[in-house]
């Protein structure tokens, strides 16, 4: 039978013909639509509560039965609804607020789509008690899909509105079980009254289950947005709050205002909680929110999941409110800019307070024994630099890089099986509360006096110009192994990525100096092993000195183990005290380096660092740790291209036997070569997503980048028009 004749489809006619296409009733639209703007309960009461504020109220009060499913009831003090639009109330398309497409640009109320109330009565029994003013009495009226089921019936009632909804999606099935079976609605009902409560403080808001005496959220109002936060999410959040504005008056079509609260370094909490009203819409903004979580990681690390009250104010006519029918986004005219601005905002306020932080923490908490020990070390590590005739450099990419994938002798995985696990042994208490003592005289603190000149350093040594390429380019792709494609405006680069990420990985280390989250090692790794694996592969000792290999193995492990507990403190490096590595630093979030060079690592933190200079011995740790958080290409070469004739197995031992005659596709490894090729994948997206979006807020370009090559600039759209206009 033949394969490719796809076979006519029901209600497509006899021989192939298409479907007809016909008109879906009305009711069938305004169901689908309803779906669409009342995803869940919580959405109907964030609807409902919108209209509350629209109509002016001073008092929102909000009752839940079943989360929302049974029952939801949102009464207020507005306005109300005049008697003779209560027939088109819940139509589709009413609304009060909107009468002109072009009035959507200067629109205040919330509101302006007239499908909330309509949509509820497709998927659910909607009932309006309202009165307006003036009026003796009020009228009571029930809806159901769109229409009045009965005429307003005269009843008593008090200022404002009250809308009830019951039995939410009783007409669809699937999302009512689906909401039946997840966890209640009703926590996220909760989180958005606490929302609203924060931003509009002259508003009194009450949300509780039915039947319940207390609210669970009760705000009554005030002056003071935290008072409001207070009452809200507690004293002692509000504790830990900074207060934060920005207003870019002069940016053009980016101008808006900014004003909130941020959390400080003391707040820790499990996620972040992020409040954010533009123009008194309450929105998410994804790409805001990244960028300050990322502020937040780099510079308070163990405070990375912030408390963010913000509220952004800008012309109407630069916010498109009309992009998401639940109105959950909207989208800014010039959003990158502004999102650039209060990234920097932030980072600077946190930076100015964190200082004192840092600078207390590590006054009780550094080891002042570190800097005797390095003082005793400094001969020895000398010494072994000139005995062991080693270059200082660390072994060049191309020698890394195994040439003969079929032995990953050396390959950290291979060698991760078989360790015994060791335990950790606990440092000794008498010990550490004598350093603590020695430590708490302020004259000591002089390690951080050489932390900020490096810092500083970072800071006067940054060329302005390839900080507007960075913070501006869009990443095209990469061009080959090392160099990536970048565009900015009309511009066209060439990046080198390894020198990029390095730069990058060592402004981190020193930013996050002893505030590093950790990773802890699957098994603790012995040094001396590591440092022999480094060794196995240097040329110039040569493979017939393994003695001497053994000692310069041996009085690495050493010099690490003596400073062990600075290495600890300041870039959470930690070794054990039988010498085996246990933990490593993250200096990226998301991010963790390649273990395959964790050897050449360990034996650049024993033999490259200064450990006589604390300054030097903080810019060489730093810059050890950057080489090795680097994006070096993996150590398994490309596979793309021809790299795949690397792959292939030796032939001596595949013609023994019945192999004898095995195709070319046999003779490649699949397995290492799917192990490289998710390497180099892998790598190829991080640099996408982790290395370019982390440079954009954290790097300090160096000038020597201009003119070292890692920056080459190869075109410019201007010329190459040109060109094309002469063509
Ligand atoms: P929208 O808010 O987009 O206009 P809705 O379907 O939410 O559409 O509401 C339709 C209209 O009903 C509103 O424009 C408003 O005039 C009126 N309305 C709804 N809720 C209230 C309320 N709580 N108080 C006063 N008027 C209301
Ligand atoms: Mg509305």
């Not at 508003?203 to 005496?213: E, L, T």
């Not at 504790?239 to 079509?253: K, P, Q, T, Y």
């Amino acid at each position: 039978m033949d394969v490719d004749h796809p076979s006519p489809r029901v209600g497509g006619g006899s021989g192939g013909d298409p479907p007809r296409i016909r008109r879906l009733e009305e009711s069938v639209v305004n169901r689908i639509a309803a779906g669409e703007v009342i995803q869940r309960p919580s959405s109907a009461v964030k609807e409902l509560v919108e209209n509350s504020l629209d109509a002016g109220a001073s008092t929102v009060s909000v009752t839940v039965k079943d989360g929302g499913l049974k029952l939801i009831q949102v009464s207020d003090d507005g306005h109300g609804i005049r008697f003779e639009d209560l027939p088109i109330l819940c139509e589709r398309h009413t609304t009060s607020k909107l009468s002109a497409y072009e009035d959507l640009q200067t629109i205040k109320s919330m509101g302006f789509r007239g499908e909330a109330l309509a949509s509820m009565t497709y998927v659910g029994h909607v009932t309006v008690t309202t009165i307006t003013e003036g009026q003796l009495h009020g009228y009571r009226v029930c809806y159901k899909d769109g229409v009045m089921e009965n005429e307003p019936k005269p009843c008593a009632a008090v200022k404002g509105t009250q809308v009830m909804v019951e039995n939410l999606f009783y007409n669809m099935v699937a999302r009512r079980k689906t909401l039946q079976n997840s966890n209640d609605d009703y926590p996220k009902i909760v989180d958005f009254i606490s929302r609203f409560a924060v931003h509009h403080i002259n508003v009194n808001f009450s949300c509780r289950k039915h039947g319940a005496n207390r609210a669970d959220v009760h705000s009554s109002s005030t002056s003071s947005r935290l008072d409001a936060i207070r009452n809200i999410y507690g004293a002692s959040v509000v504790r830990d709050l900074i207060e934060i504005e920005v207003s870019d008056e002069d940016a053009g079509d980016a101008v808006f205002k900014m004003d909130g609260y941020i959390s400080n370094a003391n707040y820790v909490a499990k996620k972040i909680t992020m409040i954010l009203f533009i123009n008194d819409r309450l929105v998410d903004c994804t790409a805001l929110k990244r960028a300050i979580e990322f502020v937040y990681s780099a510079t308070l690390p163990q405070a990375s999941k912030p408390f963010i009250y913000m509220s952004i104010n800008l012309p109407s006519e630069h916010v498109d409110v009309n992009i998401h029918p639940t109105k959950k986004e909207v989208s800014l005219l010039n959003q990158e800019r502004i999102i650039e601005t209060i990234k920097n905002t932030i980072e600077e306020k946190l930076r100015n307070s964190n200082t004192t932080r840092i600078f207390q923490t590590q006054l009780q908490a550094v080891n002042s024994s570190a800097f005797t020990q390095v003082c005793t070390q400094k001969d020895k590590g000398t010494d072994v630099k000139m005995a062991s005739g080693m270059k200082s450099q660390k072994t060049p990419v191309s020698q890394m890089v195994r040439t003969d994938p079929r032995n990953p002798s050396g390959r950290l995985h291979t060698y991760w099986h078989g360790q015994s696990s060791n335990l950790e042994k606990k440092s000794d208490l008498v010990s550490v509360r004598n350093v603590v003592r020695s430590r708490r005289n302020p004259k000591d603190a002089g390690d951080l006096s050489s932390r900020h000149e490096l810092l500083m350093e970072i800071d006067s040594h940054c060329h302005p110009g390839l900080l507007e390429v960075i913070k501006n380019c869009t990443y095209v792709g990469l061009a080959d192994e090392v160099l990536a494609l970048i565009q900015c405006n009309t511009h066209l680069y060439l990046v080198n990525v390894v020198n990029v990420s390095k730069e990058l990985m060592y402004q981190q280390a020193l930013r996050r100096f002893g505030n590093f989250n950790a990773i802890q090692l699957s098994e603790p790794a012995p040094l001396q092993e590591l440092l022999l694996m480094a060794l196995k592969d240097d040329e110039l000792i040569g493979d017939e000195n393994d003695e001497e290999k053994l000692e310069i193995a041996e009085v690495n492990s050493k010099i690490l183990k003596e400073n062990s507990e600075m290495i600890n403190e300041y870039f959470s490096i930690h070794v054990d005290q039988d010498g085996n590595l246990t933990r490593l630093p993250v200096v990226l979030d998301q991010y963790t380096p390649d273990m395959d060079r964790l050897p050449e690592f360990v034996l650049t933190m024993g033999n490259d660092v200064t450990w006589d200079d604390e300054k030097e011995c903080f810019r060489t740790a730093a810059a050890a740790v950057g080489n090795f958080y680097a994006l070096h290409p993996p150590i398994l070469p490309n596979p793309s291209g021809s790299g795949i004739q690397l792959y292939k197995k030796n032939k001596d031992c595949m013609a023994s036997g019945e192999h004898f005659d095995s195709t070319d596709e046999d003779d490649i490894d699949h397995e290492l070569l799917a192990e490289a090729e998710t390497a180099w994948s892998q790598r190829e997206w991080t640099i996408q997503h982790v290395l370019f979006p982390s440079m954009r807020l954290f790097l300090k370009p160096p000038k020597s980048m201009a003119t070292d090559g890692t920056f080459v600039q190869i075109a410019s759209l201007e010329k190459l028009y040109k060109i094309f206009e002469r063509c």
